[in-house]
């Protein structure tokens, strides 16, 4: 967050919140506290499936767990979550679960500004140079 800007910047190979959607669980033994997540996540830009589900662990950290496909959308979720941890989690193939724990303090505004994995990013164009033009000019 720089000079006011309300927005965690990110400037690597992440993907964009509109595009990630992720399925929402209570960790914490704190009665609706994935649904507040749920709403937080949603006003900052991520969509949610479903409704928020209770797995009651007494979890106090919050944890993204994602499928292998999805490594770069997690890092833009666990820079909206300051705190939370990463998880790899193979068996869930192209989903992300946020499994919210009690220490969960809402979610921050995230904007990404580099170019998604798999897209390369846009070059210059060359400079046409003729036999006509004066190679040393430049």
Same mark, same amino acid.
């Given at each position: 967050?720089? !000079?006011? !800007?309300?927005?965690?910047?990110?400037?690597?190979?992440?993907?964009?919140?509109?595009?990630?959607?992720?399925?929402?669980?209570?960790?914490?033994?704190?009665?609706?506290? +994935?649904?507040?997540? !749920?709403? !937080?996540?949603?006003? @900052?830009?991520?969509?949610?499936?479903?409704?928020?589900?209770?797995?009651?662990?007494?979890?106090? =950290?919050?944890?993204?767990?994602?499928?292998?496909?999805? *490594?770069?959308?997690?890092?833009? @979720?666990?820079? *909206?979550?300051?705190?939370?941890?990463?998880?790899? +989690?193979?068996?869930?193939?192209? @989903?992300?679960?946020? @499994?919210?724990?009690?220490?969960?303090?809402? +979610?921050?505004?995230? =904007?990404?500004?580099?170019?998604?994995?798999?897209?390369?990013?846009?070059?210059?164009?060359? =400079?046409?140079?003729?036999?006509?033009?004066?190679?040393?000019?430049?």
């Amino acid at each position: 967050q720089l !000079d006011g !800007d309300p927005y965690i910047m990110i400037e690597c190979n992440f993907v964009k919140p509109g595009n990630i959607r992720l399925h929402l669980y209570n960790g914490s033994n704190i009665q609706g506290l +994935a649904r507040k997540a !749920d709403n !937080d996540l949603t006003q @900052v830009g991520f969509q949610t499936v479903g409704s928020p589900e209770s797995r009651n662990t007494g979890a106090t =950290k919050t944890v993204i767990r994602y499928g292998p496909t999805k *490594a770069d959308s997690a890092r833009t @979720v666990a820079a *909206a979550l300051p705190g939370a941890t990463l998880e790899a +989690a193979p068996e869930l193939g192209n @989903v992300i679960e946020v @499994v919210v724990g009690s220490s969960y303090n809402g +979610a921050k505004p995230v =904007k990404v500004t580099g170019t998604p994995s798999g897209q390369p990013a846009a070059s210059p164009s060359p =400079k046409v140079v003729t036999a006509l033009d004066d190679p040393c000019a430049a």
